[in-house]
């Protein structure tokens, strides 16, 4: 049973590897995040050094509010641009390039394909965000931000992350052709993003769903420090859907083909 | 336990609406080699799509080795590999990368993976490039790499899809060698539309039109049924008078240009040593005198066309 799941995982984790597309997203994802990172620090500095003249004394901003989330916050745009170039090959390319008949015909479930494709993506995701929110922990270094905070925002992050994969795996089965994936996943995570921009306009109950809907509303509370089973349900409730979708496509799909 | 690896039964699928296959029934038994002929369209490629289980039915049953492919679908797929159109390859995996990880989805046990490669290699020719990227590989190198994925877990039913389509002549005859050979401990069914690799590589033969099956046969039968309509076609350096061949027994039917003529016998009679003999008796001049092989094919075009 899982043994299928763990041998496609690997293999899609690999394959990611060994294309140029990976290394040169994450490079490129890198160096924005360490530039940013730069220019909060030092706009930290100069609001310390302000608050300390106009009578803040020896205490300290909190650093981690003020440099770690907003820092967490653009990876998770960043992410948002640029995962739906990894996620639209997961099944796409599939069936584009033709490799999709020698795993329909292998005896493993619509299931097993999706969780393995799933979990090759998931441990791709692990492996760029830690990366990614190195810079978050060089702070030990020279200050004292409040390792708990980082801690619920790098979950955040991943939360974040694990569901746009998710969503991007179900676009990537609805088509052969990777490009619409992409647009089709960008279109459905920034829709997510932005669900509650709309929201004052629509009246309250509607505004209460899209609140709900928004997707930076749940992973606001995690850069404060927040785990809650509401937020929590929120991603796993996201990432099942998605899953869900790709597997049923799977499934009709050779009903319909 | 049956000897029917492939039982097809009933079995229609449309596209949108479209009746693709109509009703049809196929059988193969253990350790032959099917070939499955028709026209381009005539619904090969959904019927082995069917088989390797891409596409689902929409009416009738198909049974793999005694299982139903809808009622235990992953079942029933242990049983089976498949090499489709193109050949399913990952273009960034070594040769034997790719076999190792369709060894292991297609539940060879993980201290036999490494044996079952090395042996699926052994066989379609590709220990020499075990160690490079599929991408990098020729077309018919590659050809074979979809054959040895198809092969790799010693599945009892093996399908391929117009396996030599896009070879050289020296590929092609491996390909073929590595066909005849696969028969006996697998049941094969493969589909063409070129006629000689039938007569080389199968013993049944299914002709498809349509959507149906319009011949179900032996190799033996069907080339039974063709020697009978054999004709010969003869050249001479001084033609006869037509009607002096006419008047030799056991000719059937005696057509010419004054250059090349063709000769058909009767079912029953044997006229071409007469023929021979007196054409050396008359000083006819005999240049030419070759059996025609092309009826076989005659066969099919013309069971395709009644169809319509």
């Known amino acids: ?257 | 336990m049956s000897d029917l690896m492939i039982e097809i039964t009933q079995l229609s699928r449309f596209y949108d609406r479209k009746k693709v296959l109509d009703q049809i029934n196929l059988e193969v038994k253990r350790g032959e080699v099917m070939g499955f002929l028709g026209p381009n369209g005539a619904g090969k490629t959904t019927t082995l799509r069917i088989l390797a289980g891409l596409l689902a039915p929409n009416e009738g049953s198909v049974r793999i080795a005694g299982i139903d492919i809808m009622e235990q679908p992953v079942a029933a797929r242990t049983k089976i590999g498949f090499l489709p159109e193109s050949p399913p390859l990952y273009d960034e995996m070594t040769v034997r990368e790719y076999l190792v990880y369709l060894a292991q989805l297609r539940q060879v046990p993980s201290q036999q993976v490494n044996q079952a490669v090395d042996r699926a290699m052994d066989r379609c020719g590709l220990t020499a490039v075990a160690n490079r990227l599929l991408r990098n590989l020729s077309k018919g190198y590659r050809q074979r790499c979809g054959i040895a994925q198809a092969i790799v877990h010693s599945p009892e039913v093996v399908i391929l899809d117009e396996p030599t389509v896009g070879l050289d002549p020296i590929q092609i005859r491996e390909i073929r060698g590595l066909i005849r050979e696969l028969g006996g401990d697998h049941s094969v069914i493969l589909s063409t539309h070129i006629l000689p690799e039938v007569q080389m590589t199968c013993n049944r033969v299914a002709l498809i039109h349509n959507g149906r099956i319009v011949l179900q046969d032996s190799l033996e039968g069907l080339e039974r049924h063709a020697r009978r309509e054999r004709g010969y076609r003869i050249c001479w350096e001084h033609p006869p008078d037509e009607a002096l061949l006419r008047g030799i027994a056991g000719i059937a039917e005696v057509s010419g240009d004054g250059t090349v003529w063709s000769v058909i016998p009767l079912a029953s009679a044997d006229p071409i040593p007469e023929l021979v003999r007196q054409s050396v008796a008359h000083g006819w001049g005999l240049r030419e005198l070759t059996p025609v092989t092309q009826s076989l094919e005659e066969i099919f075009v013309r069971l395709a066309t009644q169809e319509n």
């Open chain 1, 1 to 257: 049973m899982l043994r299928p799941i763990v041998t496609i995982a690997l293999r899609e984790w690999r394959s990611m590897f060994l294309s140029p597309l990976a290394w040169t997203l994450i490079g490129v994802l890198f160096a924005i995040v360490s530039y940013m990172f730069v220019g909060a620090i030092s706009r930290y500095h100069e609001q310390q050094f302000a608050y300390g003249s106009f009578g803040g004394g020896a205490s300290q901003l909190p650093l981690t509010d003020m440099v770690v989330a907003p820092m967490f916050g653009n990876v998770a745009v960043l992410l948002l641009l640029v995962l739906p170039l990894i996620t639209m090959r997961l099944l796409a390319d599939e069936k584009r390039h033709g490799s999709w008949p020698a795993l329909a015909s292998s005896p493993i479930t619509a299931g097993q394909i999706v969780l393995g494709k799933y979990g090759g993506l998931l441990l791709f995701l692990m492996m760029s965000v830690g990366l990614l929110s190195l810079p978050a922990w060089l702070l030990f270094g020279f200050g004292h931000p409040d390792g708990g905070q980082i801690l619920s925002g790098l979950i955040g992050l991943l939360l974040v992350s694990a569901t746009f994969g998710a969503i991007g795996l179900a676009a990537s089965s609805a088509t052969d052709n990777p490009m619409v994936a992409a647009i089709t996943t960008f279109g459905m995570l920034l829709l997510l993003w932005i669900a509650s921009w709309t929201g004052e306009a629509a009246g309250d109950r509607i505004e209460k769903i899209l609140s709900y809907l928004s997707l930076i509303n749940h992973y606001e509370n995690f850069l404060k420090g927040v785990i809650s089973s509401a937020d929590l349900s929120y991603f796993l409730l996201c990432s099942a859907a998605g899953l869900l979708y790709a597997r049923q496509r799977l499934v009709t799909e050779r009903i319909s083909a």
